[in-house]
């Protein structure tokens, strides 16, 4: 569900032998951008390093931190490939402009931070339960939180959390968990098990995808927008209908903005050129970062 493997920097990761928690290497650029080797406290009590990059804007001041998450790639090859954006990706550079730092953790099991998936399930059944999944990808995007706003200059609370497809299914988790440094959270096309025997519109168990979101929202707090297109091939409008409105009847804060087609699949839209044009004045508003409200005719409040 990796819609698009976010634009890839060429940077060469060392070997988990060279591997210590913190920066490893220089920021450099009109961004800062740097990379990172963060700590992910798995379940069985090992700890695990992550891969990630982070991005400022110039100048002394605190920044807000947004934490963006990537998808699902179906194979192992393209898991094994995946890069994440640089500072200068479009959906990045929005952020940063706006006056935010930006971390990029890869989620482990993916390109650099390598072992073992986190997030994955057995063979589609009608037991599948994304819960699970879905909390493992919070841990990650919990981590991301934990290493980014200890860093200097960046503020310690008032984190904004981005999601696209299992990374959006993944901000969803986490709001079910109340994160204290978290003030909103951002989710673009959220899902999992999209394409299923790689057939667009092809769902593992849809039902599942709506009990899990039923789920987070029992416990959730946090106010959260949900983006999703007409055209998306992954988790088209009647499933994103479904998700949004069992999350909410069980609690959970969520405004749903439901998009016209975009491009040729709009399942690409957070990270696709152009896309900011589309999300862009939906997430100021939701953000309160211009007096603009988020025009309600696109939104379903809860």
């Known amino acids: 569900m990796l819609a698009v493997l976010a634009a890839c920097a060429p940077t060469e990761a060392p070997g988990p032998q060279q591997r210590r928690a913190g920066p490893a290497d220089q920021a450099v650029g009109s961004w800062a951008e740097q990379t990172h080797w963060l700590p992910v406290a798995e379940a069985g009590g090992a700890t695990k390093l992550i891969f990630a990059r982070t991005c400022r804007p110039p100048g002394e001041q605190a920044r807000r931190l947004v934490v963006i998450n990537h998808g699902k790639a179906p194979q192992p090859a393209q898991r094994a490939a995946y890069r994440p954006p640089t500072c200068d990706a479009e959906a990045v550079r929005w952020f940063l402009e706006r006056g935010f730092a930006v971390i990029l953790p890869v989620r482990r099991g993916y390109g650099p931070s390598g072992g073992m998936l986190a997030e994955r399930y057995p063979a589609c059944a009608p037991s599948r339960d994304y819960a699970t999944g879905a909390l493992e990808t919070a841990r990650d995007i919990q981590a991301a939180i934990a290493y980014g706003t200890a860093l200097p200059g960046i503020q310690p609370d008032g984190v904004v959390v981005v999601g ?95 998009l016209q087609n975009w491009g040729t699949d709009g399942h690409a839209l957070f990270f696709g050129r152009g896309g900011s044009a589309v999300w862009g004045p939906l997430v100021e508003g939701f953000l309160g970062l211009t007096p603009r409200a988020v025009a309600t005719s696109a939104l379903a409040r809860p």
């Open 164 to 258: 696209q497809s299992a990374g959006g299914l993944g901000a969803i988790a986490l709001s079910s968990l109340n994160v204290p440094k978290v003030a909103a959270l951002v989710n673009m096309a959220g899902g999992d098990g999209g394409h299923l025997n790689q057939v667009p519109h092809a769902v593992c168990q849809p039902q599942a995808l709506v009990r899990a979101t039923g789920r987070f929202g029992a416990t959730a707090r946090l106010p959260m927008l949900w983006i999703y297109t007409a055209n998306d091939s992954y988790f088209g409008p009647e499933l994103a209908g479904l998700m949004h409105r069992a999350y909410v009847a069980a609690g959970g804060r969520a405004q749903m903005a439901q």
